[in-house]
């Protein structure tokens, strides 16, 4: 009897062991694909003289609009100029808009063309102002990236493209081991761009997203680019024709 108990108790414990590494197992497979949580920045909002309501971040000393700018009119009240032609586009050297990636009205924001950033009008809501090369690169190096990679071109860092991006599975393209963060509470989206000569970046919405900068470098200008592939930020200028969308930072 005394055999039969000890197989009993030998048979329970094996299957315990089975169960516990089994579970084990479970969560070390699945940990990678976890959607990590938002740290618990400092929140708020801010208005835009559309009387649109944008949330905000304070990211170290820094607070950031945590949405794509989609203001129709510089602070001053002059609208800034819908360029639907593709021609118009092109031409135009005196600040531009166009309100939805190839009429898609999911995109997150508008794209604007460098010189509605340096028109006399002002299009940063009061307050606030646009980032420049200077400001994303701080942002970077309070997100982890050190000041000689932040100095680079191209893509640079580690993980702080994914701690920018939203943590929604539905915000951006899935791929591989790529998984957003949004650790820093910026909620970047995938807006796409507008290029140069007017047609659409490609590929589209939810797989890029590119920001411009204050900082003008000759011809061209800084920007910021995201990417559904890649894990870190890249930092390069491009033609002031280009359509990208804008975060302001506080004053």
């Not at 009008?121 to 050190?146: F, Q, S, V």
């Not at 000689?148 to 640079?156: F, G, H, I, N, V």
């Not at 591989?176 to 761009?193: K, M, P, Q, Y």
Request: aromatic residues 12%; contains cysteine.
């Amino acid at each position: 009897m005394k055999r039969v108990m000890n197989l009993f108790v030998s048979r329970n414990q094996f299957i315990k062991t089975v169960l516990i590494v089994c579970i084990i197992s479970l969560t070390v497979s699945c940990k990678d694909k976890e959607v990590a949580v938002p740290a618990a920045n400092e929140t708020s909002t801010m208005v835009d003289i559309d009387s649109n309501v944008y949330k905000t971040v304070k990211i170290g000393s820094q607070w950031w609009m945590a949405e794509n700018l989609k203001v129709t009119r510089y602070r001053s009240g002059v609208f800034i100029t819908e360029l639907k032609d593709s021609g118009d586009w092109v031409s135009q050297t005196n600040g531009g808009r166009c309100e939805y990636i190839d009429g898609n009205l999911d995109a997150p924001g508008f794209l604007y063309n460098w010189f509605a950033i340096s028109n006399e009008n002002i299009i940063a809501p009061e307050g606030w102002h646009i980032p420049t090369d200077d400001e994303w690169k701080e942002l970077e190096k309070t997100l982890g990236m050190t000041q000689t990679e932040a100095d680079k071109l191209t893509w640079r860092g580690t993980n702080q493209g994914d701690k920018l991006k939203s943590n929604d599975q539905s915000d951006w393209t899935s791929f591989g081991d790529v998984f957003s963060t949004n650790e820093s509470g910026f909620t970047a989206l995938g807006g796409s761009c507008r290029v140069y000569n007017s047609s659409w970046g490609d590929p589209g919405l939810k797989s890029t997203g590119f920001w411009w900068t204050a900082s003008a470098n000759g011809d061209e200008a800084w920007y910021r680019y995201l990417d559904y592939k890649n894990s870190n930020v890249f930092r390069s200028h491009a033609d002031k024709h280009y359509g990208f969308s804008i975060r302001c930072v506080k004053d």
